[in-house]
């Protein structure tokens, strides 16, 4: 079953944003370290559910996209 996408545009783009800029960090500053490999997992979620346009936390709380949200 596919899961229908909850996440507007503009953050989807911020998330997979944010998302880069933690793998990034984890791999150049804190390699090596659980810091290092915490940010990195968080990091490639993030740009996941950015990719996706579907978070599960958000779903749970019942958020949903607007008619005409996808701006």
Do not use: D, H
Not at 1 to 17: A, H, S, T, Y
Not at 24 to 45: D, E, P
Not at 66 to 71: D, K, L
């Amino acid at each position: 079953m596919l899961c229908p996408k909850n996440l507007p545009m503009w953050e989807r783009w911020g998330r997979g944003v944010l998302g880069v800029g933690l793998v990034v960090l984890g791999v150049t500053v804190q390699w090596a370290t659980l810091t290092g490999w915490t940010l990195v997992g968080v990091g490639a979620i993030t740009l996941l559910s950015g990719f996706v346009g579907f978070c599960p936390m958000c779903a749970v709380v019942g958020r949903k996209l607007q008619a005409g949200g996808e701006s």
